[in-house]
């Protein structure tokens, strides 16, 4: 059985940075597509990062890019999205999620098979 679980996430000011890690069990880093999602109230749901192990691809939002980062770390089965330089717009809920089937990226959030709960950022002074 596939578990996602996200943390990292908190109430910070402007120019701030967190890290938010998605723990995964039930599968292995380098078997899938793995996406950051996000979803600011009233919003869609948006892809912020996302990366291919199997194809050595990695995508990051335009939005974001330069400030975001998206790593992982084989030893701990655990993704990280690194956020510098944070902004009042960067509020929302963030998740992670596993697409399975696919290994390249897919931007649309129907692809993916298995999702993490959710966690919280907040950016205001």
């Known amino acids: 059985q596939v578990h996602l679980v996200e943390s990292g996430g908190g109430s910070v000011q402007p120019g701030a940075s967190l890290r938010l890690s998605c723990a995964i069990s039930?599968?292995?880093?380098?078997?899938?597509?793995m996406g950051w999602f996000r979803q600011a109230p009233g919003k869609e749901r948006e892809l912020v990062a996302a990366?291919?192990?199997?194809?050595?691809?990695?995508y990051v939002a335009d939005v974001v890019k330069g400030r975001f980062t998206i790593a992982g770390d084989n030893a701990k089965n655990t993704v990280y999205l690194q956020m510098n330089s944070l902004k009042p717009e960067d509020t929302a809920i963030y998740s992670c999620?596993?697409?399975?089937?696919?290994?390249?990226?897919?931007?649309?959030?129907?692809?993916?098979?298995?999702w993490g709960q959710g966690t919280q950022v907040t950016v205001s002074s």
């Open positions: 999620a596993i697409d399975v089937h696919n290994p390249a990226i897919s931007y649309r959030d129907s692809s993916y098979d298995y």
């Open positions: 039930g599968r292995t880093l380098g078997t899938f597509a």
């Open positions: 990366t291919s192990w199997r194809w050595g691809s990695t």
